[in-house]
């Protein structure tokens, strides 16, 4: 289906923002004129032009504007942010068809967008490749609709099952290596990927772990260390009011743990080291179906709670 082949190519195009453009979502957009794409652009870096204006902008002869459709993967907004509103200008520039990926869940568009096109006139054809849409910016979506950070947890067990030796302070030596140096940066790339890191008390104590990007390319994330004086919907709570739409849980496996039988998690890597330990803290465990995948020659299980993500 042709609508189907344009969204993909706006998917591609979205993904280029990645890490650069939140809290804002990733959007990709692509002007088509007689069956031939004649403009693309995608949101690039949090504070600059929105994916419609870049793919507008890149339309070498204005005039067939007027009877070519835009695609892009997230409903164009309507309000003045740091930006205009896209659809105002999809509506001045005279576009008489717009295909939308998925509908935006921000307060301030929500379907605005969509209203003032219908509105205007334009054609809005709403809901192509929707899933791949609404995947694409989970955090986002998560944020918005259920008024908390998405939550990925992460960790490396020993092929027994343990996530660490035994250790009662600090003095009682490092943790135990389980990540390999090429995994080690792999795991700064999802740092790099999330807005804020929350480890336990003990972990911190313990470990005195640095919490940074240092491996990857990218800003590090907010630190976050939570003790068992709150729980954790009360941590979630000001990391959302705190506007701070994703978080990257490191450990320890108490804290983890509590994430998983809480419910409150979106998805889960666990590293799967060769090395044996031979006893120490027990892996989480953690119920649901999972991919496996590789990376670096080591295997990871990659899991996604599919009941908290509509």
């Not at 989970?138 to 030796?165: C, M, N, Q």
Request: aromatic share 8%; with cysteine.
């Amino acid at each position: 289906m042709e609508d189907e082949m344009y969204m993909r190519r706006c998917l591609q195009l979205a993904k280029n923002g990645l890490g650069r453009v939140a809290p804002n979502p990733m959007v990709g957009a692509v002007v088509v004129c007689d069956h031939r794409i004649i403009g693309e652009g995608y949101h690039i870096y949090y504070g600059g032009a929105h994916a419609e204006v870049n793919a507008i902008r890149s339309v070498k002869d204005a005039t067939l504007l007027k009877r070519s459709t835009i695609y892009v993967t997230l409903e164009p907004c309507a309000h003045y942010g740091k930006t205009p509103p896209c659809a105002d200008l999809i509506i001045d520039r005279q576009i008489p068809r717009v295909v939308v990926g998925c509908r935006d869940p921000f307060d301030q568009v929500d379907g605005r967008g969509i209203e003032k096109l219908r509105a205007a006139g334009c054609e809005v054809t709403v809901g192509v490749l929707e899933a791949e849409c609404r995947a694409l910016n989970r955090s986002f979506i998560t944020f918005h609709t259920r008024k908390r950070p998405y939550v990925t947890l992460k960790w490396a067990e020993s092929a027994d099952g343990f996530v660490d030796r035994l250790r009662r302070s600090a003095d009682d030596g490092e943790p135990a290596r389980l990540s390999t140096p090429l995994t080690t940066m792999l795991v700064h790339k999802r740092r790099a990927e999330h807005a804020a890191i929350m480890v336990g008390a003990r972990t911190a104590l313990l470990d005195r772990p640095q919490l940074t990007v240092r491996y990857w390319a990218g800003g590090s994330p907010v630190k976050v260390v939570a003790d068992s004086s709150r729980p954790l919907s009360q941590w979630l709570h000001e990391l959302y009011e705190q506007n701070i739409q994703s978080v990257l849980v490191e450990g320890g496996s108490r804290l983890l743990q509590a994430f998983i039988d809480g419910g409150v998690w979106d998805e889960a890597w666990v590293e799967e080291s060769a090395t044996m330990l031979g006893g120490g803290v027990k892996t989480p465990a953690i119920q649901g179906a999972y991919e496996s995948e590789q990376h670096f020659g080591i295997n990871f299980r990659h899991y996604r709670n599919e009941a908290d993500f509509n």
